[in-house]
């Protein structure tokens, strides 16, 4: 069985900094696509950022060039960095992974998702 499990979130000032991470769990798992989403209260889901299997990377406009995606094969984590956070920033983040399962036989292939951590941006 896979799961997802999110760390990272919490309050930060204006200007600050914080990491998520979202480590996969589970046999036989390869994670093809990483991708980062955020719902603030009272919006709907909104995609962040995507990492694929060959690190190509793309970003929501309202984050280009602040926040960063990465992905650790070895550990079956992605991770988003986040820097010069603003108020609007501020959500419950989830992430999701396109994930293969290898069955011996036959592979399948599903999305998962992460708990959610909130990410609040406040003096």
């Known amino acids: 069985q896979v799961q997802l499990v999110e760390s990272g979130g919490g309050l930060v000032q204006p200007g600050g900094s914080l990491r998520l991470s979202c480590a996969a769990s589970?046999?036989?798992?390869?994670?093809?696509?990483w991708r980062w989403y955020r719902q603030a209260p009272g919006e709907q889901r909104e995609l962040v950022a995507v990492i694929d299997k060959d690190e190509d990377t793309d970003y929501v406009a309202s984050v280009k060039g602040r926040f960063t995606i990465s992905r650790d094969n070895a550990k079956n984590t992605g991770y988003l960095q986040m820097n010069t956070l603003r108020p609007e920033d501020t959500a419950v983040y989830y992430c999701?992974?396109?994930?293969?399962?290898?069955?011996?036989?036959?592979?399948?292939?599903?999305?998962?998702w992460g708990q959610g951590t909130q990410v609040t941006v406040s003096t």
């Open positions: 999701n992974a396109q994930v293969e399962v290898d069955y011996s036989d036959y592979v399948s292939t599903g999305d998962y």
């Open positions: 589970g046999s036989a798992i390869t994670i093809d696509k």
